[in-house]
């Protein structure tokens, strides 16, 4: 993968994913709200129950706040990503420049104009990897937050055995939501598995490569 290329993976597939992961989390919502109401018509037969759907439903909530801040800060790394991709393109060229015409009376001067360019280059990669830490501690929270839901429903299956004739309602939502949990937990472990990828070609490259 060559370095442009690298530029845009973490963007471009991470916001695929998290279309989905946002997708997912809100019809996570949606079937918690059902169990809710299932719920409350079961009255004291499912009294253990509600918390259970309280905390899950403020999980999945949280869960697309997350998300659209891991879009913003992917927006963000988009582009200074792009700027980094300029400033290295600019350098190479003067440095092909000052190669060429290494005789030239003002030549001096381009080395000057390299060696400001390459501090913006390494501001701009500071803040690169800047985002990119932050969008990994994003991902790992939602993860995080999709395993804890996993354990409360789980959980919830129990108090659904005490629901008599909603039981087999209260167990199939509780399916629906342990299915979406795995599949947010998924899609943001590929998420994280590209951006990491991507990170490892940043670090590998050098400002005299080839792109």
Request: hydrophobic content about 40%; some cysteine.
């Amino acid at each position: 993968m060559k370095v442009n290329e690298a530029a845009f993976v973490s963007t471009t597939s991470v916001a695929a994913e998290l279309f989905v992961v946002a997708k997912v989390a809100r019809a996570m919502s949606i079937s918690v709200k059902n169990a809710k109401a299932i719920a409350n018509r079961a009255g004291a037969k499912a009294r253990g129950f509600s918390p259970i759907t309280d905390f899950i439903d403020e999980m999945s909530i949280e869960t697309m706040k997350l998300v659209n801040l891991i879009n913003h800060d992917s927006i963000e790394l988009s582009r200074v990503a792009i700027n980094e991709l300029r400033i290295r393109d600019a350098v190479l060229k003067f440095q092909k420049v000052k190669e060429i015409a290494s005789d030239a009376k003002y030549i001096s001067t381009l080395s000057d104009s390299i060696s400001r360019l390459r501090k913006l280059q390494n501001e701009e990669r500071t803040k690169l990897f800047s985002y990119a830490r932050k969008l990994k501690d994003l991902m790992d929270d939602i993860s995080q937050r999709m395993s804890v839901a996993s354990v409360i429903v789980s959980n919830s299956r129990i108090e659904a055995v005490n629901a008599e004739e909603y039981r087999s309602n209260l167990e199939s939502i509780a399916n629906d939501i342990e299915n979406a949990c795995q599949t947010i937990r998924d899609r943001v472990n590929s998420s994280e598995q590209r951006l990491e990828s991507a990170i490892q070609q940043w670090k590998g490259c050098t400002v005299n490569e080839s792109y």
